[in-house]
């Protein structure tokens, strides 16, 4: 029984197309995270929603915009991709949106190539 | 600059011996994650230890903390093969609200 689940595991696309990726999670947590993974694998937050409300919007260019339909469900749209934007994209989950008591559940990502 | 800091960025060491990574921060702490990644693979949680306690173990793992320093240390003991990862160290934040902010990772190899 896959926690967090992304789809799809790579993408290869082409500059300027737009993409969305998706993440469902079974855990019945409140937050879900999307994090990005460069090539030197620092993992940097982009967005966090509690209960289907952003919480954090990191400094990312709006062409990204993540959509939660509801609390087990968050998705990442891409519009107008660039190169820069290739990275491994990781969606999470955790009970406790505040001080990070619990920890977080990854997805096993999702690597977006750019050509 | 990040908060964690991991040290080395890279070790390699052959199966049974104890593997000891180290992780650096700089701000108050609520408390201090580690996870593990095995390659093309999302984050496991292996530890969470909070700002209040000094030693935490799980299995073939220790974690200690160090507020005064600002510093933690993972040590894997008698290392197999399968636990050729990279480890990231996540410090969870004082304030509500706020990020986990993860270090840049240490690579281990172990060589059978």
């Known amino acids: 029984d896959t926690a967090v689940s992304q789809t799809p595991k790579y993408l290869v696309t082409q500059m300027g197309n737009d993409k969305s990726i998706k993440c469902e999670q079974n855990l019945g947590h409140d937050t879900m995270y999307w994090y990005k993974q460069d090539s030197k694998k620092f993992l940097k937050i982009m967005f966090s929603?509690?209960?289907?409300?952003?919480?954090i919007n990191e400094t990312v260019p709006n062409r990204f915009s993540p959509k939660s339909p509801d609390k087990a469900h968050l998705n990442l749209h891409i519009n107008s991709l660039e190169l820069g934007d290739s990275a491994v994209y990781f969606c999470?989950?955790?009970?406790?949106?505040?001080?990070?008591?619990?920890?977080?559940?990854f997805g096993n990502g999702t690597r977006l190539t750019v050509t | 600059s990040q908060q964690g800091e991991e040290d080395p960025q890279a070790l390699s060491i052959q199966e049974g011996e104890n593997a000891t990574m180290n992780c650096s921060y700089k701000t108050s702490i609520n408390n201090l994650q580690w996870y593990r990644q095995n390659s093309g693979r999302g984050l496991v949680h292996l530890i969470l230890?909070?700002?209040?306690?000094r030693e935490k173990h799980s299995g073939r793992l220790r974690v200690t903390l160090d507020t005064s320093k600002k510093s933690s240390s993972l040590l894997i003991t008698a290392s197999r093969a399968a636990d050729t990862a990279s480890y990231f160290c996540?410090?969870?934040?004082?304030?509500?609200?706020?990020?986990?902010?993860f270090g840049e990772g240490t690579q281990l190899t172990v060589n059978p």
């Open positions: 996540a410090t969870g934040p004082e304030t509500s609200g706020s990020r986990l902010t």
């Open positions: 999470a989950s955790s009970q406790d949106p505040g001080t990070y008591n619990s920890p977080l559940h």
């Open positions: 929603y509690n209960n289907k409300e952003l919480i």
């Open positions: 230890i909070r700002s209040n306690e």
